[in-house]
C-alpha cells in the first residue's frame, strides 16, 4: 500500500497549474504528431527530447511522457478516418476503425478509441505502480552474469518479435545495433575502437542523433516514397462520446487487453504494435462475436486501442528499472532521464525513490488529457489530417537538423543524423525492424561490459554464465526462442499446436 | 530490383559477410592492451570477435533463405523520394554551418513547397512557398536561439 500512497503524493504534488500547461500543449502536440501519417511516437519522443534540454528535469520529463501517451493514442484518429494507422501501433485499430468510420459511425468509433485508451493507460499505470518497485529491488540481485544475459535477451526477443515472419531479419538488425555500439571508447579500459582514427567517432556514436535519423529523416523519406494518402471518409457522424453500457459490456475486454498490453511492454524492444496485435488476437479468441471482427467490431476496436496504450506504462517498467525499454520510445526516454540527471537501472530506488510514483502521475494526467481532447477535439484532428506532406515534411527535416546539433553543437551530428536516416529507410524497404537496431545501439555497452566483467570475476570460465539460477533462465528462454525462430523447428511447433490446427481446421 | 527481393536479400547477405569479417579481423587484430596487464578475457576485441561471428553465420542463413515476397509491390514514387532526400541532404551536409541557420532553413523549406506541392499554380506556388518557407526558418530558428539558447550553426 506504500507504492500507491507515494503514487498519491506524487499526484496530489504535481497538481499545480505549471504542470497542467504542460500537459495540455504536450498532449495535444503528441496527438497531433500520431495522428499524422509518417510521424511516429518515437520520432515524437526523440525530437521533443532536444527541445527539453534547458527545462527543469520533471517538466522535461512530464512532457515528454505526455507526448509518448499522446502520440500512440493519436494513431488512432488516421487509422479511423484514412485506414492508414499514423502509428504502427494503431494498425490493428485500423482493421475495424475504418470499416465503422465507413458505417458513418467515425465519431462513436474514435470516442471508443479514447475510453479504450484511457483505460488501457490507466490499468498499465497501476501494475507500474505495483510490479516497478519490486522488480528494482530484484535487479540489485543482479550482477555481471545476468545483466549480459539481459541484454542479450532484449537483442534476440525484439529481433524475434519485431522481425515478424523473418525474425533472422530481427536478429540481424540487433546485431548491427551492437556492432555500432562498439564504436568509441570501450566502457572498461577506454580504449578507443573501431573509429579507423577518425577523432569525432572517439566518443562514440551519439543515440540521439542515431534515433531522430533512423525515426525522423527515415520517415521523411518513407513518406515522400508513398503515393499519396486520400481520405477515404472524413465526415465524422455521430457521437464521440463512447455509450457507457458498450463499455461496461467489454469491460472484461478492457481488463484483458490492459494486462496483456504491459506484460508486452514489459517485454524488452518489442513495443505498442505487437501489444494491438496481442490483445486483438486473445479479444477475438474468447468473443461470442469473432466473426464480425475485421468488419467493424467495436469490442476488436477497443482491443486493439486498449492494448496499444497499455504497452506504454508497460514500456517503462523495465526501462526505469532496468534501463532496458520495452519499446523505441521508451528508448529515447532513457536517454533523456540520463540528460537530465536520473540515472535509470537497479538504483533508481535507491537514488530517486519516488520518481517512478512521479511518472505515474505524469502519465495519470496525460491519460485526462487524451480522454478531455479525444472527446472535445474531434473535428479539428480530422482538419489536421489535411495538412499537405510538402508542408509538413521540410519542418519534420528541419527539426531532426537542428535537434541533435542542439545536445552537443556538432555539425557531425548532423552527418551521424543522415545517415541513419538513409539506413532506416534502407532497412524499412528490406522489411527490416528497425527498434532491434535502436535497442542494440543502447545495450551494446552494457551487454560488452558486464560480458568482459564476468570472465574477470570467473578467470575467464564461461561456466559462470550458465550455473547461477536467474543467468540460467534466460540462457535457456534465448536458446529456446533462437530454435523456434528457425523455420522448420518453428513449422514441426506449429502442426502439433492444437491452437493452430483449430484455427486451421 | 525490388528492395525486398530475393536478389536484395543475396547482395545484402555478402556486404554483411563482408562486415562480418571486416569486425573479426579488425577484433582479432586490436590491441590486446598486454602493457597495462589486463586480464586476457577482458580485451577490447572479444565482443566485435563475437558479433563479426554472429553477424556472418545470420548472413549465410538470411543468403541460404532468400524468397521473392508474394504481395505485389506497392504504388511509390523513388522519384519524389530521391528528389526529397537529394535536397534534404543539400540543406544537412552543405546549407547548414555554410550559411545562416535561418536563410538555409528559408531556402530549404520554401524549395521543398516549390517542388512537391503540385497542386497550386506556378507562380502562387512560389509565393506561397517563399512566405511558408521565411515563417519557417523565423519561428524554428526564434524557438531554438532564444527559447532553448542554442548557438545556431
Known amino acids: 500500500?506504500?507504492?500507491?500512497?507515494?503514487?498519491?503524493?506524487?499526484?496530489?504534488?504535481?497538481?499545480?497549474?505549471?504542470?497542467?500547461?504542460?500537459?495540455?500543449?504536450?498532449?495535444?502536440?503528441?496527438?497531433?504528431?500520431?495522428?499524422?501519417?509518417?510521424?511516429?511516437?518515437?520520432?515524437?519522443?526523440?525530437?521533443?527530447?532536444?527541445?527539453?534540454?534547458?527545462?527543469?528535469?520533471?517538466?522535461?520529463?512530464?512532457?515528454?511522457?505526455?507526448m509518448y501517451v499522446g502520440a500512440i493514442y493519436g494513431g488512432s484518429r488516421s487509422a479511423i478516418l484514412l485506414n492508414i494507422p499514423g502509428t504502427p501501433a494503431s494498425a490493428a485499430t485500423a482493421l475495424d476503425g475504418f470499416p465503422l468510420a465507413q458505417q458513418g459511425r467515425a465519431g462513436y468509433a474514435m470516442g471508443l478509441a479514447t475510453a479504450g485508451s484511457a483505460f488501457g493507460t490507466l490499468i498499465g499505470i497501476i501494475l507500474l505502480v505495483m510490479l516497478a518497485p519490486p522488480l528494482a529491488e530484484a535487479a540489485l540481485k543482479f550482477g555481471s552474469y545476468e545483466f549480459f544475459w539481459l541484454a542479450l535477451f532484449g537483442i534476440v526477443i525484439s529481433g524475434q518479435l519485431t522481425g515478424g515472419s523473418s525474425p533472422l531479419k530481427g536478429y540481424i538488425a540487433g546485431m548491427l545495433g551492437l556492432m555500432v555500439a562498439m564504436v568509441g571508447s570501450d566502457g572498461i579500459h577506454s580504449h578507443v575502437r573501431l573509429t579507423g582514427g577518425w577523432g569525432e567517432l572517439n566518443g562514440g556514436i551519439g543515440l540521439i542523433p542515431a534515433m531522430v535519423g533512423a525515426f525522423g529523416f527515415a520517415e521523411v523519406l518513407s513518406v515522400m516514397w508513398q503515393s499519396v494518402p486520400q481520405m477515404a471518409n472524413g465526415k465524422s457522424k455521430g457521437s464521440s462520446l463512447p455509450a457507457l453500457v458498450d463499455l461496461w459490456r467489454y469491460r472484461l475486454t478492457i481488463v484483458r487487453s490492459g494486462v496483456i498490453g504491459t506484460l508486452v511492454g514489459i517485454i524488452p524492444g518489442v513495443g505498442e504494435d505487437i501489444?494491438?496485435?496481442?490483445?486483438?488476437?486473445?479479444?477475438?479468441?474468447?468473443?461470442?462475436?469473432?466473426?464480425?471482427?475485421?468488419?467493424?467490431?467495436?469490442?476488436?476496436?477497443?482491443?486493439?486501442?486498449?492494448?496499444?496504450?497499455?504497452?506504454?506504462?508497460?514500456?517503462?517498467?523495465?526501462?526505469?528499472?532496468?534501463?532496458?525499454?520495452?519499446?523505441?520510445?521508451a528508448a529515447v526516454l532513457i536517454a533523456a532521464l540520463f540528460i537530465h540527471g536520473i540515472r535509470p537501472g537497479p538504483m533508481i530506488m535507491l537514488e530517486a525513490p519516488t520518481f517512478i510514483y512521479s511518472v505515474a502521475a505524469m502519465m495519470v494526467f496525460a491519460t485526462i488529457a487524451i480522454g478531455v481532447f479525444g472527446v472535445a477535439l474531434t473535428p479539428l484532428f480530422i482538419q489536421v489530417l489535411r495538412?499537405?506532406?510538402?508542408?509538413?515534411?521540410?519542418?519534420?527535416?528541419?527539426?531532426?537538423?537542428?535537434?541533435?546539433?542542439?545536445?552537443?553543437?556538432?555539425?557531425?551530428?548532423?552527418?551521424?543524423?543522415?545517415?541513419?536516416?538513409?539506413?532506416?529507410?534502407?532497412?524499412?524497404?528490406?522489411?527490416y525492424p528497425v527498434a532491434p537496431l535502436v535497442l542494440g545501439i543502447i545495450l551494446g555497452d552494457l551487454l560488452d561490459k558486464s560480458l568482459r566483467r564476468g570472465l574477470i570475476l570467473s578467470d575467464g570460465d564461461v561456466t559462470a554464465f550458465f550455473t547461477r539460477p536467474i543467468s540460467a533462465g534466460f540462457a535457456i528462454i534465448i536458446a529456446t526462442s533462437i530454435i523456434l525462430s528457425i523455420g522448420p523447428v518453428r513449422r514441426f511447433v506449429a502442426a502439433r499446436n492444437p491452437f493452430t490446427r483449430k484455427a486451421r481446421g | 530490383?525490388?528492395?525486398?527481393?530475393?536478389?536484395?536479400?543475396?547482395?545484402?547477405?555478402?556486404?554483411?559477410?563482408?562486415?562480418?569479417?571486416?569486425?573479426?579481423?579488425?577484433?582479432?587484430?586490436?590491441?590486446?592492451?598486454?602493457?597495462?596487464?589486463?586480464?586476457?578475457?577482458?580485451?577490447?576485441?572479444?565482443?566485435?570477435?563475437?558479433?563479426?561471428?554472429?553477424?556472418?553465420?545470420?548472413?549465410?542463413?538470411?543468403?541460404?533463405?532468400?524468397?521473392?515476397?508474394?504481395?505485389?509491390?506497392?504504388?511509390?514514387?523513388?522519384?519524389?523520394?530521391?528528389?526529397?532526400?537529394?535536397?534534404?541532404?543539400?540543406?544537412?551536409?552543405?546549407?547548414?554551418?555554410?550559411?545562416?541557420?535561418?536563410?538555409?532553413?528559408?531556402?530549404?523549406?520554401?524549395?521543398?513547397?516549390?517542388i512537391f506541392d503540385t497542386g497550386l499554380p506556378p507562380v502562387k506556388r512560389a509565393v506561397i512557398g517563399c512566405v511558408f518557407g521565411i515563417l519557417a526558418a523565423g519561428i524554428i530558428g526564434a524557438l531554438f536561439r532564444y527559447a532553448f539558447l542554442v548557438r545556431l550553426p
Not at chain 1, 500507491?4 to 497531433?32: C, D, P, Y
Request: hydrophobic fraction near 55%; charge should be neutral.
Open chain 1, 1 to 66: 500500500m506504500t507504492g500507491f500512497a507515494n503514487f498519491g503524493a506524487a499526484l496530489w504534488e504535481l497538481a499545480t497549474f505549471t504542470t497542467l500547461f504542460h500537459v495540455t500543449w504536450a498532449t495535444l502536440l503528441g496527438i497531433f504528431v500520431g495522428s499524422l501519417p509518417g510521424l511516429t511516437a518515437t520520432m515524437g519522443v526523440a525530437l521533443l527530447t532536444t527541445l527539453t534540454y534547458t527545462m527543469d528535469r520533471d517538466a522535461a520529463i512530464l512532457v515528454l511522457l505526455c
Open chain 1, 275 to 329: 501489444g494491438a496485435w496481442a490483445s486483438y488476437a486473445a479479444a477475438r479468441r474468447k468473443s461470442p462475436e469473432r466473426d464480425q471482427f475485421g468488419k467493424g467490431s467495436t469490442e476488436g476496436l477497443t482491443a486493439a486501442e486498449t492494448g496499444n496504450s497499455a504497452v506504454v506504462p508497460g514500456a517503462l517498467i523495465p526501462a526505469l528499472t532496468l534501463a532496458v525499454p520495452g519499446s523505441a520510445p
Open chain 1, 387 to 431: 495538412i499537405p506532406r510538402a508542408w509538413l515534411m521540410p519542418v519534420v527535416f528541419t527539426l531532426c537538423v537542428i535537434g541533435p546539433y542542439a545536445l552537443t553543437q556538432r555539425i557531425f551530428d548532423i552527418w551521424v543524423m543522415v545517415a541513419f536516416g538513409i539506413i532506416g529507410f534502407l532497412m524499412r524497404q528490406m522489411n
Open chain 2, 1 to 114: 530490383m525490388r528492395l525486398d527481393s530475393a536478389r536484395a536479400d543475396r547482395i545484402t547477405a555478402v556486404v554483411l559477410i563482408a562486415m562480418g569479417l571486416v569486425m573479426l579481423w579488425a577484433g582479432y587484430t586490436m590491441d590486446r592492451l598486454e602493457i597495462r596487464r589486463i586480464h586476457p578475457s577482458s580485451i577490447p576485441g572479444l565482443v566485435p570477435m563475437m558479433l563479426g561471428v554472429g553477424i556472418c553465420i545470420c548472413a549465410v542463413f538470411l543468403f541460404l533463405g532468400a524468397r521473392d515476397p508474394d504481395d505485389p509491390p506497392p504504388a511509390a514514387s523513388w522519384r519524389n523520394m530521391l528528389i526529397a532526400g537529394v535536397w534534404s541532404g543539400l540543406f544537412a551536409l552543405l546549407m547548414v554551418g555554410n550559411l545562416p541557420f535561418y536563410a538555409a532553413t528559408a531556402i530549404y523549406v520554401a524549395g521543398f513547397v516549390i
